[in-house]
T-cell receptor
Framework: AQTVTQSQPEMSVQEAETVTLSCTYDTSESNYYLFWYKQPPSRQMILVIRQEAYKQQNATENRFSVNFQKAAKSFSLKISDSQLGDTAMYFC???????????FGQGTRLTINP | DADVTQTPRNRITKTGKRIMLECSQT?????MYWYRQDPGLGLQLIYYSFDVKDINKGEISDGYSVSRQAQAKFSLSLESAIPNQTALYFC????????????FGPGTRLTVL
């Protein structure tokens, strides 16, 4: 069964710093999708970034980028120039190509301090 | 208006009561999902439906049932609520085909006393 592990339950950085959230996963699939979702205090789940496993280029979305290491089954999220509004729970998730079930990690609570 | 709505947003009930959580979407997506979120466990899939006639159990379906009344509506029922079903429940939708983003509702916070 696919598993997703986020080893950092909590992280805290100062505003404007760069922070990296870790995620590892286990799968026997060769093609799949990986996602980072953000859950602010409003509890709404918001997609931050998506990576397709067959694409070698790391995905980027403005201040958010990923380091996708397929062989190591690692998918970390880097937030540059962090802002107070980045304070949230962040979930890493694995998705199958053929279906759209997602398997989520346990989450990392990120706090950006002024 | 929100694309995925859930009712109620918050609910407190007692052990043994039957509870229904409702989800509606205006995105026109065929696929709908129910997840449960517990602290430290992330989101776990309860049930999912790829169309009105296709309903499947997820990782933690025991104690839950679902009904897909229409393409736009997917309800989750707790037949006899118990305290360990206290959690945050999310409905989500996605377009057909893998790799598509899941769009989440605002969540229902359920407390079973």
């Amino acid at each position: 069964a696919q598993t997703v592990t986020q080893s950092q339950p909590e992280m805290s950085v100062q505003e404007a710093e760069t922070v990296t959230l870790s995620c590892t996963y286990d799968t026997s699939e060769s093609n799949y999708y990986l996602f980072w979702y953000k859950q602010p205090p409003s509890r709404q789940m918001i997609l931050v970034i998506r990576q397709e496993a067959y694409k070698q280029q790391n995905a980027t979305e403005n201040r958010f980028s990923v380091n996708f290491q397929k062989a190591a089954k690692s998918f970390s999220l880097k937030i540059s120039d962090s802002q107070l509004g980045d304070t949230a729970m962040y979930f890493c998730a694995f998705g199958w190509v053929w279906g759209q079930k997602l398997v989520f990690g346990q989450g990392t609570r990120l706090t950006i301090n002024p | 208006d929100a694309d995925v709505t859930q009712t109620p947003r918050n609910r407190i009930t007692k052990t043994g009561k039957r509870i229904m959580l409702e989800c509606s979407q205006t995105k026109g997506h065929d696929r709908m999902y129910w997840y449960r979120q517990d602290p430290g466990l992330g989101l776990q899939l309860i049930y999912y439906s790829f169309d009105v006639k296709d309903i499947n159990k997820g990782e933690i379906s025991d104690g839950y049932s679902v009904s897909r009344q229409a393409q736009a509506k997917f309800s989750l029922s707790l037949e006899s609520a118990i305290p360990n079903q206290t959690a945050l429940y999310f409905c989500a939708t996605s377009d057909t085909g893998g790799g598509h983003e899941q769009f989440f509702g605002p969540g229902t916070r359920l407390t079973v006393l």
